[in-house]
């Protein structure tokens, strides 16, 4: 049974356009553009960005960080189908394993040029040093990517065109890889529990890692807290099941109407929705902890300088603890709002708040950065411009993301075998 | 059918089998034995036993007699090869409680607990058994978490191709190791080619200039002091003992630096005696 997809179009006068392909063509573009910047980079040294020994981590390590928790549904339906055994879940949960793997593959290729020594990426696999946050996050970005690998191909392998195209019919050699790949999907398919128990190891062990990466830095005043590693997995959990919600209503209510029910869609909000509740609760405990209660002036101090730059406060109270209540309000209360259009809002709030929360975390440490002189240590205020190349790649990882995606959304069937069986 | 059901249902009592049971036990059991392996205070003080023990390079710079020359950063950058945006040593003028100026000049703290060396994911930042923190240029991936990491910004990263030769250089010395590659992060190491040189040769670091890094045998006011802090007869044991008050930089933290300093004067003279 084949899913009818509906495809948008847009309306030009008495013309129905489907600008599908005009929307490829010009991800195509910003990727060729994207390819110049990298160019420059690989080829430049990093001083043709806008980082420096005061900002040494900056916009790529935001994208870094927020593709990775937008990646976070992937966990989460893996556990939620395969280990609860939950099969109404199924199909967004296939959803859920492309949009992790795409955020993980957009991690990965974005701290390439990150890397002073980008062919050297495969160090921290072979040079082990187990204390470091970042040498365990390499490590499980690796081993969940080839998870999520190991997850996507049975989702892959559905699409009709890869077992029977025109290379399998001319070429004997396509016909025998096509069926290798079958049995590999098949053998992958029925370890699915078990990939499930390591997906949500891996993820949760990394996702709270990235929060303590700088968390566990005390010589930059704010960034040191201990609930930042529990506040990056719920945020993981409710930004990233958000973009789910959000994504799946337009894969499925409107591209394939009929697929999933809409009890289905409701579920996603409300676990959104709940995670989203949970960590504005503690964001706001932390506000308390290391800006009301304690009485550390290095902190006190840059708060207000940062607040002298930026909005910072304004985006803590607005983005990050009064909007989210809100959202996260509506959102578990989806099975009575019924609205579809007002929830895609209030889903995007929480996508929203866990970039800015990375973004807030990253810069807060380095822009306002404490100085080590013995008697009267003070904050000092460092600036940071973005180049065109910085955006240029930034631009070009987040092409590769809405590609591939666009790519996903209009060609995978996105059916399960097990239900085309209970439906005969 | 049926009869088999209620046959299982009789073997299960409160709704856990014996088989399940045993396979809960065993886990549990197996997490018990786990314990016996991991105890709680692993992760902490990692890889610093013992480091106290032996020979440990410190320095002390004495801030009353630091005039600001800036002799100590110029000799480095010669030595070095650097480019005068990548310093290891910088001389800085600070304030004390009073408001009186004095010149602050920073190496590298050579952090006995040293948070670059905790977050490095490759190892490439290390503790040498001296005590110095060295870095392995071919190793490091650049991804300047360590940057990020320390306290006292001591570390810089190669943002350009290494420099041909510094201006400094011949007038305050001559390259004296290789050149890093574009895109790793560099630091101070107490000169550590001097020392091992040095110690070949049979030499003191700390008293023979050829020995001792090129900060100290530049300074032309003996501000710097170097040797071992484990050795009661080096110079620097005999400096610390001299002076009356020594402090470390951000000594809260607890990384523990290797770099001494002996505060200026002014800074422990009540305000209302300031200008007598």
């Known amino acids: 049974m084949q899913a009818i997809v509906h495809y948008p179009k847009v309306r030009i006068g008495k013309l129905s356009v489907d600008i599908f392909p005009y929307w490829i063509a010009f991800l195509l573009g910003l990727i060729a553009f994207g390819l110049v910047g990298a160019y420059v980079v690989l080829t430049e040294g990093l001083y043709v960005t806008g980082l420096s020994n005061k900002v040494p981590w900056a916009l790529w390590i935001t994208i870094d960080l927020s593709a990775i928790a937008l990646g976070g549904s992937a966990f989460v339906f893996g556990v939620i189908v395969h280990l609860l055994g939950l099969k109404r879940y199924e199909v967004v949960g ?43 996050i390499t490590m499980c970005v690796v081993l969940y990517l080839t998870v999520l690998m190991a997850e996507l191909l049975p989702i892959v392998m559905e699409h009709p065109g890869i077992s029977d195209n025109f290379l399998t019919r001319r070429f004997a050699v396509f016909c025998k890889i096509r069926t290798a790949l079958i049995w590999l999907a098949h053998k992958l398919h029925s370890f699915s529990p078990v990939l499930a128990v390591i997906g949500l190891t891996l993820s949760l062990l990394h996702q709270a890692s990235l929060g303590a990466t700088y968390s566990v830095l005390s010589g930059r005043g704010l960034w040191f807290n201990q609930s930042a590693p529990v506040q990056f997995v719920l945020s993981a959990v409710a930004g990233g099941v958000a973009l789910l919600f959000f994504l799946s209503i337009v ?24 995670a989203t509740l949970l960590l504005t609760y503690l964001r706001v405990w932390d506000w308390a902890v290391t800006n009301y209660y304690s009485f550390d002036r290095e902190i006190a101090l840059q708060t207000q300088l940062l607040d002298t730059i930026a909005p910072y406060s304004l985006t803590f109270w607005l983005g990050q603890a009064l ?23 209030m889903a995007a709030i929480p996508i929203f708040n866990a970039i800015l929360m990375r973004w807030n975390y990253n810069f807060s440490g380095l822009i306002a950065s404490i100085t080590y002189d013995p008697f009267t240590p003070t904050v000092v ?19 590769y993301w809405l590609l591939m995606f666009s790519l996903a959304a209009r060609y995978l069937p996105f059916q399960s075998p097990e239900k085309e069986h209970s439906v005969h | 059918m049926k009869r088999k059901r209620t046959s299982n249902e009789s073997e299960t009592e409160n709704g856990v089998s014996r088989r399940d049971f045993l396979k809960l036990a065993s886990g549990l059991a197996a997490a018990v034995g786990l314990t016996q392996f991991i105890r709680l205070d692993t992760l902490a003080g990692s890889g610093t036993e013992g480091q106290e023990k ?29 480019a005068d945006d990548m310093l290891y040593n910088v001389v800085t003028t600070e ?16 952090c006995a607990e040293a948070p670059c060396v905790h977050v490095c994911p490759v190892a490439a930042t ?17 991804c300047r978490y360590c940057q990020v990491a320390c306290p006292y910004d001591a570390r810089v990263f190669n943002w350009r191709q290494p420099i041909e030769k510094s201006e400094l250089s011949p007038m305050f010395g001559v ?53 071992d802090l484990n050795d009661p007869e080096s110079p620097i044991s005999k400096a610390r003992e001299q002076a009356n008050v020594t402090l470390r930089l951000r000594e809260e933290l607890s990384t523990e630096p290797r770099v001494y300093y002996v505060p200026p004067a002014s800074a422990y003279r009540p305000p209302f005696q300031k200008g007598e």
């Not at chain 2, 290390?126 to 650049?142: L, N």
């Not at chain 2, 000169?191 to 900060?215: E, F, K, M, Y």
């Open chain 1, 323 to 345: 909007l989210p209540a809100v959202a996260g309000g509506f959102l578990l209360a989806a099975g009575r709002v019924r609205n579809f259009r007002f929830l895609l809002v």
């Open chain 2, 54 to 82: 032996g020979v440990k390079w410190g320095m002390l710079i004495d801030i009353n007699k630091c005039i600001g020359c800036n002799y100590c950063t110029y000799a480095c950058q010669a030595v070095n090869n650097l």
């Open chain 2, 126 to 142: 290390y503790y040498r058994e001296d005590g110095i923190v060295a870095m392995d240029y071919d190793r490091c991936i650049g």
């Open chain 1, 251 to 274: 894969v499925f209510r409107i591209m394939r109407p009929g697929l999933v029910k809409d009890d289905v869609f409701y579920d996603l909000a409300r676990i959104s929705g709940a």
């Open chain 1, 94 to 136: 296939k959803l859920a394993i492309l949009l992790g793997f795409l955020g993980y593959s957009t991690a990965g290729m974005v701290l390439l040029f990150d890397l002073g020594q980008p062919f050297r990426f495969w160090h921290p696999v072979v040079y082990w040093q187990p204390h470091s946050l970042l040498w365990e």
């Open chain 1, 381 to 399: 205020l460092n600036s940071y411009t973005p180049t065109w190349v910085e955006f240029a790649i930034a631009g070009m990882v987040l092409s």
């Open chain 2, 175 to 227: 390259q004296e190791v290789p050149n890093r590659p574009r895109g790793v992060v560099e630091k101070c190491h107490f000169c550590s080619h001097r020392i091992d040189d040095g110690l070949v040769r049979n030499l003191t670091p700390g008293v023979d200039p050829q020995a001792t890094p090129a900060c100290v045998v530049a300074c032309p006011t003996g501000a710097r002091v170097f040797g």
């Open chain 2, 95 to 110: 304030t004390t409680q009073n408001g009186t100026e004095y010149f602050l000049s920073r190496p590298c703290m050579q």
